[in-house]
């Protein structure tokens, strides 16, 4: 069974760093490129960040780039995303997605609630 | 990265069949074959229903079908259900490397 297990989220201060972690399970973690989506409470889903296959090739919304870096480690089947510089409007639900010939979102985690605020 | 524009909402009775657009621009829908739609419950994660515009992942009902035409991509459900009803979204590939989704439909069954 395929499994995808985001974990990190807290409350945090504007201006405030944080690192979530996506654990996965059920598949071979590095044949895939892998994706972060948030969700403000409330709106819609955002497309954040994705990661090749070993890591060297990266891309950002823009509304990210700068601030938050997308990494992985094969070796613990684990997909991250550092948060920087962290705003309000960064506060969402943050889900890991799986990548997938032609798309990506063939399966999703719970999503992990990272809230800004003072 | 200008999110792609989707109706608010689209209602439709029992057994009906609906059709929500998405458009964007030449450097998203319109450059590439590349349009996802994903369902969403509320509380819930996203489903990918549809992916490289109208191939529909296994599992996903047949009822669901896609198509793209330009700049615009359309999600149709045929023979509307009571559990269709949420919120959808496309998302399309960009010519910088990245993804975009729309804001989103509100599908209601009457």
């Known amino acids: 069974e395929i499994q995808l297990v985001e974990s990190g989220g807290t409350l945090v201060q504007p201006g405030g760093s944080l690192r979530l972690s996506c654990a996965v399970s059920g598949f071979i973690f590095s044949d895939y490129w892998m994706h972060w989506v948030r969700q403000a409470p409330g709106k819609g889903l955002v497309w954040v960040a994705r990661i090749n296959l070993d890591g060297s090739t990266t891309n950002y919304a823009d509304s990210v780039k700068g601030r938050f870096t997308i990494s992985r480690d094969n070796a613990k089947n684990t997909l991250y995303l550092e948060m920087n510089s962290l705003r309000a409007e960064d506060t969402a639900v943050y889900f890991c997605?799986?990548?997938?010939?032609?798309?990506?979102?063939?399966?999703w985690g719970q999503g992990t609630l990272v809230t800004v605020s003072s | 990265q200008s999110a792609l524009t989707q109706p608010a909402s689209v209602s439709g009775s029992p057994g009906q069949s609906i059709t929500i657009s998405c458009t964007g621009t030449s450097s998203d829908v319109g450059a590439y074959k590349y349009v996802s739609w994903y369902q969403q419950h509320p509380g819930k994660a996203p489903k990918l229903m549809l992916y490289?515009?109208?191939n529909r992942p296994s599992g996903v009902s047949n009822r669901f079908s896609g198509s793209k035409s330009g700049n615009t991509a359309s999600l149709t459900i045929s023979g509307l259900q009571a559990e269709d009803e949420a919120d959808y979204y496309c998302a399309s590939y960009t010519t910088t490397s990245t993804w975009v989704f729309g804001g989103g439909t509100k599908v209601t069954v009457l």
């Open positions: 997605a799986k990548g997938r010939t032609g798309g990506f979102g063939d399966y």
């Open positions: 490289e515009v109208s």
